[in-house]
């Protein structure tokens, strides 16, 4: 039995975190009444990845509504939109945080008539089904993927799309998973992930909790590991993907696909059907976020005498749909051309 | 006017070494008489990079022959040939080390008559002739490669191939610094270079002296940048060369050839004429050096809660020849088919 991982709750009034910038050097909880600090903890990565940002977002405007429920109906409603404004830009480039917002926003716009105290209900109850759905979706995409990989054989994976980016069980990792429960004789190679490591700190510490055979690497390694035959196919998470399959991840993602190009392997997205973007047609119009200096630094012995140097830290990449085999979701797998077979499934009632 | 590195030199009757594993924090020298320290020094990559290996064991063996001054002729060689063996186990990538080991063993076996006093001074003037030889190849080798770089633009360059690489100058570093004094306007993006970190520490920080522009990336950023159209080319050196122009460099050199080609960038290699290993048909008889998990693991926080995890420590990958553009020597520039115009360079008195 695995020892199941939420990286966010509601618990009393409160909501409840994994300080996951503690990992794995600790397994701690911490929890706050307060939207704001929600916000600050999306920026500061006590909770991260695109699915799990936007299940915290949801319980911070469930927070924001909490804070509201004895003022007018007009103060409510000023109050949720500095919530959603502070909310949205804690990160630019996950969609599912927007997609969130947009649908708390929109519960509030169709009920315009009632009172704060109910609204404040009606939030929270939206915000555990954002929930409950991500888990299920996570489930279903873990189901759907599974079927894809091998019977047995290494598998690379890229920065942390586990039960700790999402509101449980995880996409990429999710498929992981699945397989593994299935009987299905996998090798997990985890890049560490520069410059946060969250590959190392977060995907390793899942993988050592499920006792799913694994091995880190650095992300300079995964090409030699393609090139002796150790790992046959690769499967990420996704932040943003356009309309065209153009798809944003974590930085390196982007080098990952390509190794899987060169060496003939498949690679594959795992991403809830949330992350599409249709307004968004292709990878040059999804933003990246260029994160602070001191990420990359931080771990450099001295690096501390560089002040004066020119450091990059763009948080991710867009792989141009032509590189990925296939799109796992949770409405089924979407295969080339995306424009059309995304939108087959966004069909889907 | 640059502050001229020299990684390793000799100094009163003892070896002096940038201690490189302090960089970029502190710039210190330390000294030694033993050889078995100059064996110790080279494990713990005090000094690196394949040239500087070279020099090193070439001093070191100085060292040796030193101590071994008024023992009998017979003492002499056997006490040569167990500094020899403890050089040769030191690193088991890098060529140059064997080639200088052999270069000294040759000196030694057509000189039988000699007594060792004159010996040591003979063994001696060889590591000096190796150290002048080694720098004069960079600045050649320097030359050469800065004919090929554009008159402006990014260049990516992973690992430290530079002074502290080699004898002073460096091979790939050299390159970029011969086209920098030419006038060219070139921005060089330099790859931290996981796990050891050779390009943030060592790279950057020579690049810093030289007042070359630069920018510090992860080795993860290298692919996005290239599809930005940031960079132009690659450069890096390489620890040892097939016959067929297979070369061993650092781990993640692999991975910036693929990049190169599936950008239509070319990718060079810059090393001295000695990498090249023509007992070495193809790049499968090159040994790989695994090193220790705690490289990886020691900058992961949190990482010594996971002596039970499998880490994975190749210190090198083999690019195929096929993603080579050139492989730039201080005998010329190689151009495919490398099994010919190697051969070529090879015949050049």
């Not at 032509?322 to 051309?337: C, E, H, L, N, S």
Request: with cysteine; glycine share 8%; net charge negative.
């Amino acid at each position: 039995m695995v020892d199941e991982i939420y990286p966010v709750r509601w618990e009393d009034g409160k909501v409840v975190m994994i300080d996951q910038t503690l990992l794995p050097a600790e397994h701690k909880e911490k929890s706050t009444g307060s939207c704001n600090e929600v916000a600050e903890w999306i920026e500061t990565m006590v909770v991260r990845g695109a699915p799990a940002i936007g299940v915290a977002a949801a319980y911070g405007m469930a927070l924001a509504a909490n804070d509201l429920r004895d003022k007018s109906r007009d103060d409510f409603d000023k109050g949720l939109l500095k919530a959603r404004d502070r909310l949205a830009r804690t990160r630019p480039t996950a969609v599912n945080l927007f997609w969130v917002l947009n649908r708390i926003n929109e519960l509030i716009e169709i009920n315009p008539h009632v009172n704060p105290n109910e609204m404040a209900d009606k939030v929270l109850t939206e915000a555990e089904a954002i929930r409950d759905e991500d888990l299920k979706m996570c489930m279903t995409i873990g189901k759907y993927g599974a079927e894809l990989l091998p019977d047995e054989g290494g598998v690379l994976t890229h920065c942390n799309a586990g039960a700790l980016a999402t509101a449980g069980y995880g996409t990429a990792v999710g498929v992981l998973r699945a397989a593994w429960e299935m009987g299905k004789k996998i090798h997990v190679y985890s890049d560490e992930t520069r410059p946060r490591l969250q590959g190392a700190c977060l995907t390793c510490w899942e993988l050592d909790r499920m006792k799913i055979p694994f091995t880190m690497i650095t992300d300079s390694m995964a090409g030699h590991f393609m090139q002796k035959g150790n790992i046959r196919l690769a499967v990420t998470g996704a932040d943003r993907v356009a309309a065209n399959g153009d798809s944003a991840n974590k930085i390196g993602t982007y080098t990952v696909a390509i190794l899987c190009k060169e060496h003939g392997l498949p690679f594959y997205i795992a991403a809830p059907f949330s992350t599409i973007d249709f307004d968004c047609p292709d990878g040059s119009c999804i933003p990246i976020e260029e994160r602070d200096r001191e990420e990359v630094l931080c771990i450099i012995p001295g690096g501390d005498t560089y002040d004066h140097i020119n450091v990059a830290n763009p948080g991710f990449d867009v792989t141009p749909h032509k590189y990925i085999t296939a799109i796992i979701t949770d409405r089924g797998v979407a295969y080339p051309p995306f424009s059309e077979s995304l939108e087959k499934l966004r069909e889907i009632p």
